[in-house]
């Protein structure tokens, strides 16, 4: 009896052995290819600006005059890692960018490292890279509001011949990525908010235009919800839009805000603005939308919560990004054909605002070649680069000249009636209070749902919400 | 064989919670399933369908996309594979190395036992992202690789947790097993692996269980380990990082069925192992 | 040579003082022991000894996440802007004839805004929550009322859940544990909560708790009759609790069954076999006989799950996002969100120190390890 329990214990045991010795034997193959990256020891990493790279406060423009000769010396063999998008098309689009560029620098290997769409995960991913001061990334893929938070871990591409096509690209993204005056990042492609709205539920309620104002979408969208309601569509809203406490929030608020001529939060040269009649009125009437022509659980929605609810057929606003156009434009889609896109409303007597999005391309401080890195960036970022996303993937540009190309119009025709908004876009205090940003739009969005869940009104809100960025960020408090 | 009323009135009453409880850990399950099976307009229907509808017609209509798009996704199949690696690499250690230290901390007698205990289960009270940083530290500075970096890690909670639930196994089984033993001669470490060990076995196979299905659910640690190493991604990881079509969209129905293929060959094995193994054991250690 | 004679240290019961000889067999198992103990130590030593080191120095400086800015040591302040709380009394309005104001329409005093009262230097006191005693009205202020609130949230999910998980697994384990046909096929049921990933898990309820009638519990209410079926659960702060604890009784009942089981199959079947001897009902036998002898076990299993619960990250991470912390969740939105590790890190202390109360007190009320 005994024996035969001993046996299969001993022979569990070895099993597990085996099976960990397996895996010790399995790991070994993984670890190659790391060593082979010329991260830790290889000795094909010459390039003088090396040492230190962390340390040194001036950029290693210092020992390279910037820019003009050839990144990479002759046959060096060099791997770059560029840290981007993971979602399909996206991902796709640049490892077929890396392939051109692979194509005409044949010593260069670009390997493409998707990180998670869920923001604030790959933001995560980036700082433990950061903290570590890991040169194992090269190209970092940016959101639009972490230039100024990141700007210490990232080169001043205006070193690396960047300030020659700058003037290409939108003033206000370039303006957005210049922190103490240097271009943390490369416009890659932009966002802004927009509204959809139901062209066919508009006329069949006798509406010939989309809303202008916040007030005339208010009354838009309770009638249509009204008639919806009653013909027996008990699902139906008027609105749908980001009222969750994160980020979306802080986009919205801002549009809403600022469309009112409530200002930006923070003004571009250091006032606390936000405590303002005007901000305090419209935030105040968008609290007034919840459970009326917004759903009660708007204050908990993200972008797909609202789009679930839009593409379902059950709401006749949205506001939401420009991604939402072609899935809503998609085969199994509910409302394929019905709907269409326009600016967001304003406030009375002000004019609309959508907030900018998009992301930038920053090259690593801690590359081990800062140089042919920037080089692939700017390659990324380029007119004909950009051109190619737009037609194969409906990115926005961030270079003007292309909402005029004949090709481009073709294969995104919203692009030429949106570039007022484009150009237009609103960006978040994000350069003006960084490091602090991130703290800074947290408080706001906290102050906004605070009052859109009804914990108090925007008035309070809003009084304490100046305090506590005056004690953040020590700026004064001012008129917007 | 003759039943009294009462003793019917039992086993129906064991039954109907025998249905009660399946229906409450399965259902969501069911959810899940039927999620993984509807179109994007699908899931967004209102009102839902407790099967997949046809948005238009009412006719029940399944799909198989969602699978066939994981299926396609070949980080999920790698995925599949180092999880298994990593879960059952860090079982095993953690089970070896805890049986040890369970044994000296259940049955043995040293100075120093409190503290030793209380030592090991505080490493693991903290949240993992306050340690997360200081681990990647650590790991960059011994260069280790993406995939024993994540065995190593997990044994944060692992070890600790087999350590102090083996303990309180060996603890509870008799002394007089060790003193009849030491009668034959046989010295603690033979008692240990001899006796203490099989009559454990049911208990030990449980407790593995359980932190292998922790090791393989791990999300934060790996997410971080392996962003420069994508090929030693883990399911977790892999399912996270699953996407639309575009920036934001969200595909649901996907990530359903991911979580569907990677758990129902989980059942399978455990259905196997248990009764291969933990079956013929318990019986044979009662009458041992 | 028996263990329980072996005279070691003093907190053992005194051992009958047999010949000089034992004391080597003593000393060669406590060698024995601390060779086997070794592996653990050492393994822990090398992954735990940097991360959990740094979390304490961290926590005592302004250092930022990620940052070269300079880190200063900084005392205990991290814990005193987490965890202080003052008590303020608020005044009612007054006008000026000295009047107290009343609300026309309510008839109930009109008190100031709490920012008033609350004091600004050197530290913000913001309002945590307001209480009526004697009459008299007060403020809680506290210097970061998101941390208290989830202190007291986390608390307070995990004392219902464990306690809910600790009942309901006993009842599966009690019944798995019966002989039955089918008793093999349970066993794989009970496993298949714990079985998903969190991470899925909690995607798979949160759409299931969706605001619209594309989730399932608002088709479940509706049908039954009690809502129009669009309660927004996991914005309705009277709802997000009860769905988080819903969601995690859901996911970790499984583990608190199979190791409760796992205890249940130690339990010598003689034992039983004596009771029903004896004429012990099934009750008596409970109470008796399983009880008493599952109690180490039931202990390691409450430490292990009300650690996991008071650390709980993805589900309220994923589920509720920012709009309502746990502690764990709250250390780590200020360390992306804010970078401040220092501040994230005296948070994450406190988490742990919650813990080591948790189990002390489990430790001591059950008995065990008092040996």
Redesign the interface.
Known sequence: MLNRKKLTLLGLLVILALLFAACGGDAEPTEAPVGEEPVDEEPVVEEEPTEEMMEEEEPPAEEEPAGEEEPAGEGEEITLRVLAGNVGQELALTQAAAERYMEANPNVTVEVVDTPDFVQDRLGVYLQLFEAQSPEGDVFQIDVIWPGDLAEHFVDLNEYGAAEVAGDHFDAIIENNTVDGALVGIPWFTDAGLLYYRTDLLEKYGFDAPPATWTELEEMAATIQEGEREEGNQDFWGFVWQGNAYEGLTCDALEWVSSNGGGTIVSPDGVITINNEAAIEIVDQAAGWVDTISPPGVTGYGEEDARAVWQAGNAAFMRNWPYAYSLGQAEDSAIVDMFDVSPLPAGEGGSPAATLGGWQLAVSRYSEHPEQAADLALFMASAEEQKIRAIEGSFNPTIESLYQDEEVLAAAPFFGSLFDVFTNAVARPSTVTAPQYNETSTLFFNAVHSVLIGDMDAEAAFAGLELDLEDLLGFETGAP | MTKTPSAWIGRIL?WL??VL??V???F??Y??IN?SLK???Q??????TYVPRS?GTGDVAPTLQNYGAVFRNDRFLTGLKNSA?VA??TT??S????A??A???G?????G??P???????????????????????I?TL?I????SM???Y??FT???T???M???F???P?EL??SA?VDGAT??QTF??IL???????LV??G??AF?NA??E??FA??FT??????RT??VA???F????????P?GE??A??IV??IP??FL??IF??K?V????A????? | MSAESVPINHEQEPASPKRRGISDLAKREERLAYVLLIPTLIILFVIAFYPLGSVFYNSLSDRRFASGQESHFIGLANYSNLLSLKIVELQPEVDDTGQVVVDPDTGEIDYPPAVSVLPREPRRYRELAQFGLLGNRYVIGATDPEFVRAIYDTVAFTVITVALETVLGLGIALVVNSKFKGRGMMRVVMLVPWAIPTAVSSRMWEWMFKDTRAGFFNILFQDLGLSNGQIPFLVDQAWQLPAMIAIDVWKTTPFMALLLLAGLQLIPSDLYEAADVDGAGKLRQFWSVTLPLLRPTLAVALVFRTLDAIRVFDLFQIVLQQKRYSMASFAYYRLIDGQLMGYSSAASVVIFVIIFVFAILYIRMLGVRND
Do not use: C, H
């Open positions: 064991f919670a025998i409880i399946a409450y850990l399965l969501p399950f959810w899940a999620s179109t994007e307009s899931l967004q229907m209102t009102p839902g948005p690696i059952v690499s095993a250690i089970l070896m190395v805890g040890f230290a044994f000296a901390l049955k043995l007698r040293f100075r036992k409190q030793s205990l209380y030592l090991i289960l505080s490493m693991t009270m903290f949240p993992q992202v306050a340690v997360l940083t200081g681990l990647y530290a650590v960059r260069s690789p993406a995939i024993p065995i190593l890690s044994m944060l070890l600790p947790f350590t102090w639930v303990t309180s196994f603890e509870g089984l002394n060790m003193q030491q603690p470490f692996y001899m060990l099989p009559l454990t076995l049911p208990a449980t407790t269980l359980l299905i393989w659910n999300y934060l997410l971080t962003t420069i190493e994508p090929d030693a399911v977790p399912i996270a990082l996407t639309g079509e575009v920036s934001f969209q969200e649901f990530i359903m991911a979580a990677v758990t989980l059942l455990v259905l248990q009764q193994i079956a013929g054991l318990t044979g250690a009662v009458k041992g």
